[in-house]
């Protein structure tokens, strides 16, 4: 999940915003979980299902 979507229930503004402690530890704590934090586990097995495909896919056509 993306953080500009997130409503901070401390002080219920956006937590992009940074408007309280609470809203910039979590602002920074997502932005430091890299481009596949806000991905869920089933998202991230379908990723690697795809991508193992692909390359059985090319190692047939290859061989």
């Known amino acids: 999940?993306?953080?500009d979507r997130l409503v901070c229930a401390n002080c219920a503004a956006p937590v992009?915003?940074?408007r309280c402690p609470v809203c910039?530890?979590?602002r920074q704590r997502l932005q430091q979980e890299g481009p596949f934090g806000g991905l869920?586990?089933?998202?991230?097995?379908?990723?690697?299902?795809?991508?193992?495909?692909a390359v059985?896919?090319?190692a047939h056509?290859?061989?």
């Open 61 to 63: 056509q290859t061989a």
């Open 16 to 18: 992009n915003e940074g």
């Open 40 to 53: 869920n586990p089933m998202a991230l097995i379908a990723l690697l299902a795809i991508l193992i495909a």
């Open 1 to 3: 999940m993306t953080y």
């Open 56 to 58: 059985a896919l090319l």
């Open 24 to 26: 910039r530890a979590n």
